[in-house]
């Protein structure tokens, strides 16, 4: 009850604006203290049970929340993305509690919104690469760069000793950005691009000129931003990002 009231506050708040609510991204390095979630002990955390893979080792947290989030849907325009996806399988197993928690509502005669769009982050170069399979399981990708940039190059950007080799405008970074932005516009699906990225302005029209449309920032950062891109067209954004690419792929020769 409470999550549903939280949810609809936010979404009646925001009225016929859209609001992307995560599923649980516990774990690693965003400990809860819950009855119903079980302490594991891991020696590396950030690679263990967390986000999407402990809510479906804990289906019945997974579904109280989904309940919630299916009945808060009537009041605004939510969307549900899912975090750490890394295979199909994951999405359709979220899609089959979704059918669940749907169907309960249903025999409960409990009023929700049936037509909720669900997405997914993709924080994982295993994601990136099966972004083709992915786009046809999902209605949106949210490209989380942080978690990305970390996964894909094996760094922890908070320990000090290897901290420099985090580099978000490295090519192996670049490359898995830009295969899933492809593959989201082959299929004709929204793709976003969450984290520090999107902030900057020198990412901002590498991300652009891949067919990024959509950026999340701090509201501060959203005036300066329109003001960039708007100096620019898609051909020239589009050439800037090729040839900042094709320079970091001469940088590796």
């Not at 924080?123 to 992915?134: F, K, S």
Request: negative net charge.
């Amino acid at each position: 009850q409470t999550q549903l009231e939280a949810y609809k506050y936010v979404l009646e708040t925001m009225g016929d604006k859209p609001v992307t609510i995560r599923t649980l991204d516990a774990g690693g390095d965003k400990l809860i203290n819950s009855v119903d979630i079980p302490v594991f002990e891991e020696k590396n955390p950030l690679m263990g049970l967390r986000a999407v893979r402990l809510s479906l080792a804990c289906p019945n947290v997974l579904k109280t929340q989904l309940r919630a989030l299916y009945r808060a849907g009537v009041y605004g325009n939510l969307k549900i993305m899912f975090p750490l996806i890394t295979s199909v399988d994951q999405v359709k197993q979220c899609l089959e509690l979704i059918a669940q928690v749907k169907a309960e509502l249903t025999a409960e005669k409990i009023p929700f919104k049936e037509d909720i769009p669900v997405g997914i982050m993709v924080e994982t170069a295993a994601a990136a690469v099966i972004a083709d399979c992915l786009a046809k399981v999902s209605d949106f990708f949210s490209l989380g760069t942080n978690d990305l940039t970390q996964y894909t190059l094996g760094v922890d950007r908070e320990n000090q000793h290897v901290a420099g080799l985090y580099n978000e405008f490295n090519l192996a970074v670049l490359r898995v950005i830009q295969t899933t932005a492809h593959a989201a516009n082959e299929a004709n699906i929204p793709v976003s691009v969450c984290g520090e990225m999107a902030g900057r302005q020198d990412s901002i029209m590498v991300l652009g000129g891949m067919g990024i449309r959509n950026l999340s920032m701090s509201p501060k950062l959203i005036s300066s931003t329109k003001e960039l891109l708007s100096r620019f067209t898609i051909q020239e954004l589009e050439a800037i990002s090729a040839k900042h690419i094709n320079n970091m792929w001469e940088l590796q020769l």
